[in-house]
């Protein structure tokens, strides 16, 4: 293979891991604060679905971007109110988050489908995306690709040097000692559900306006849960999320062009079983050792004692 | 003055049952809300949504048609969730019932001898469990996540058949058509003229069946216990992989055959698209039941009129098929809110009280 071949691939490898990379970093804040959404798929559908209807509407980049985040954003919004508020069940409310995301997206994106939208424009920066070879691959990408690439390195310094990111993970380990400490963890944990919601609807954005610039049903498919399993993955550590995030970027590219090349004599339909499959595999080689990593109040309510 | 919860000191036997009527009924004003927002008079979209397909044999019929198959997923999710075990991808386990049953039609087409069938729904249910058995080993063995590993497996069952009936399943007389041939051996239509099968009183035997052995036997117990204390259930000697295991297969069984009964009675082949969602809609159904097996029942006539009400507001006011999905969504929000009342008194508390035990 030629240095620019490996490097165009490796530029399409980013590319796919970007909408993992988002929505990952930012269910990663949200688990490290104690709370398991399991609406992150819902989430995106909304964030792509945001984004394109605003896209189209105004032409507006960043302010489809801003419509996307805020879109996450407000369901996450909904699913503080259920589980910070209310307390009902983590699990269940995340469930119910995406069943109704789906329906949500689909609704609004009724009359959208079919129509293309303008790509997220590519920003170069000047002398560097000339660079040979890496330029492109550095330098030539959109705004979420580096917004992805610094959100990661930004989360890991806040969570393991910063005051804030200490009570965050406080919240997540022992929210009782927490409290007792003076800390709000309600508040800290909606914050944190709060971006967590923003980056997944970003990285649905992501699809809807720069990997595949049109609007279709359920075009997430399944992006968010594979983004909860690199959390896993991941330990809760940013670091390796970015490894896994890579390693799924891959195996989507595999399977595209595998599919495009012809290169297997089998059905498209079982290559596209290619990144369900990996995340099974994933799952069931490193999820064992990863439960002693996991935050200690992960997916448990808290009632400030009164 | 700010809202606070109180926790009970026993949960609400009252709001246990009360939790989804409410539930139900928010989710009716919101959708009458929505209606008459979009310029529909409330009135006659109350009519067209519930009480219209009642009117009819058929409209009756095919609720009992839909409600069928969410009841039996929800029956064998239902110990599952009391037991922590969330099998999310029933949708999965249903599509590979279908597709393990087809397969046994497929292979003795034109056959319609009388063991046919039987052997056919025989193969649902294991084609089911097989595929509820694999979150269940991966969870025991590898400690993977149940809940990724269904839903992902779910994916996969729909390439699946989608392979199958776009490639080697398609019907060799079915004009290019993704789809299989019709099957010889499918079941009985019990009232002519509409598309009600056996499988419909399969429904309700086997909730009295769950009801009489979760009530009756420990095993109710241990399901509950497990999911509210897993070291109060280590202790009293209930083997937690053992019944990880068991609810995984029981609901992969029971969603299985749900699929199989869905390919051999209303569809009568194979489709791309085997249902509008049972597999995931039967988690609220379960939920909505309160997880009991006979609050599944209602539960389900409920959800199964949401879908026909989603129909008519398709042919009647325009709207894609979505809606059933937004107000299901919406239907599991109103009753996760309401379920707070079930543990919990809300207060109103002055600022001056606050700190005051």
């Known amino acids: ?306 | 003055m700010r809202l606070e919860l109180e926790p009970r000191p026993l949960p609400s036997g009252l709001w246990r049952v009360l939790a989804p009527v409410l539930a139900v009924a928010l989710t009716a004003l919101a959708g009458l809300v929505s209606f008459s927002i979009l310029g529909v008079e409330p009135g006659r979209a109350l009519w067209a949504f519930f009480l219209a397909p009642l009117t009819s044999l058929w409209g009756v019929s095919e609720l009992l048609v839909k409600a069928a198959p969410l009841a039996l997923i929800a029956l064998g999710l239902a110990p599952g969730f009391r037991a922590g075990v969330w099998n999310i991808g029933a949708e999965g386990q249903l599509t590979i019932g279908a597709v393990a049953g087809a397969g046994v039609l497929l292979a003795l087409w034109p056959s319609d001898a009388p063991w046919v069938l039987p052997t056919a729904l025989l193969a649902g249910i294991l084609g089911g469990a097989a595929w509820a058995w694999i979150p269940a080993v991966l969870r025991i063995r590898r400690g993977a996540s149940e809940i990724l590993v269904s839903l992902m497996l779910a994916y996969v069952a729909q390439l699946l058949l989608s392979t199958l009936v776009y490639g080697p399943w398609r019907d060799p007389e079915g004009f290019n058509f993704p789809q299989t041939r019709l099957f010889q051996a499918g079941l009985p239509v019990l009232v002519e003229g509409t598309r009600l099968h056996p499988g419909v009183l399969l429904a309700p035997l086997l909730a009295v069946l769950a009801w009489f052995l979760s009530g009756r036997t420990l095993l109710g117990l241990a399901l509950s216990v497990t999911g509210r204390a897993p070291a109060a259930a280590a202790h009293a000697g209930f083997d937690r992989p053992r019944i990880v295991r068991g609810c995984l297969l029981v609901a992969g069984a029971l969603a299985g055959l749900a699929g199989i009964l869905e390919a051999t009675g209303p569809i009568g082949q194979l489709v791309p698209t085997l249902t509008p969602g049972y597999g995931f809609t039967a988690i609220i159904v379960a939920f909505l039941g309160r997880l009991h097996p006979l609050g599944i029942l209602p539960a389900a006539l409920v959800v199964a009129l949401a879908y026909l009400g989603g129909e008519t507001a398709q042919i009647e006011a325009g709207l894609p098929q979505a809606v059933t999905g937004l107000f299901q969504g919406l239907l599991l929000f109103f009753l996760l809110g309401s379920e707070v009342l079930v543990c919990y008194r809300i207060r109103w508390r002055h600022p001056a009280e606050a700190g005051v035990p």
């Open chain 1, 1 to 306: 293979m030629s240095p620019e071949l490996f490097v165009a691939v490796l530029a399409t490898v980013v590319t796919a891991a970007t909408p993992l990379l988002l929505a990952a970093t930012g269910e990663l804040v949200a688990e490290r604060a104690g709370v398991l959404n399991l609406g992150v798929e819902g989430m995106m559908l909304v964030g792509a679905v945001a984004g394109f209807a605003t896209a189209l509407g105004t032409g507006n980049a960043p302010l489809a971007l801003l419509a996307a985040a805020l879109a996450g954003a407000g369901l996450a919004a909904l699913f503080a109110l259920l589980v910070l508020v209310l307390l009902a069940d983590q699990v269940v409310s995340g469930l119910a988050l995406t069943i109704f995301a789906v329906g949500l997206s689909a609704l609004a994106g009724a009359g959208l489908v079919g129509t293309p939208v303008e790509r997220l424009p590519r920003l170069d920066l000047p002398g560097l995306s000339d660079l040979p070879l890496l330029g492109p691959l550095l330098f030539g990408q959109d705004a979420l690709v580096y917004l992805a690439h610094l959100a990661l390195p930004t989360v890991a310094w806040f969570l393991r040097a910063s005051r804030a990111g200490r009570v965050l993970r406080a919240c997540g380990e022992n929210p009782e000692a927490a409290h007792a400490m003076g800390y709000r963890v309600r508040l800290v944990r909606t914050l944190a559900v709060l971006f967590g919601g923003a980056m997944a609807g970003l990285g649905g954005a992501f699809l809807s306006l720069a990997y595949t610039p049109f609007w279709i049903e359920e075009m997430t498919a399944g992006r968010g849960w594979i983004a909860l399993a690199l959390v896993v993955f991941a330990a809760w550590r940013p670091a390796r999320l970015l490894l896994g995030a890579y390693l799924f970027g891959g195996v989507a590219i595999l399977q595209l062009h595998a599919q495009s090349l012809g290169l297997l004599p089998v059905p498209a339909q079982l290559l596209s079983m290619l990144p369900y499959l990996a995340t099974v595999l994933v799952l069931a080689l490193v999820a064992g050792g990863r439960q002693t990593a996991a935050p200690a109040a992960l997916g448990r309510p808290f009632l400030p004692p009164r």
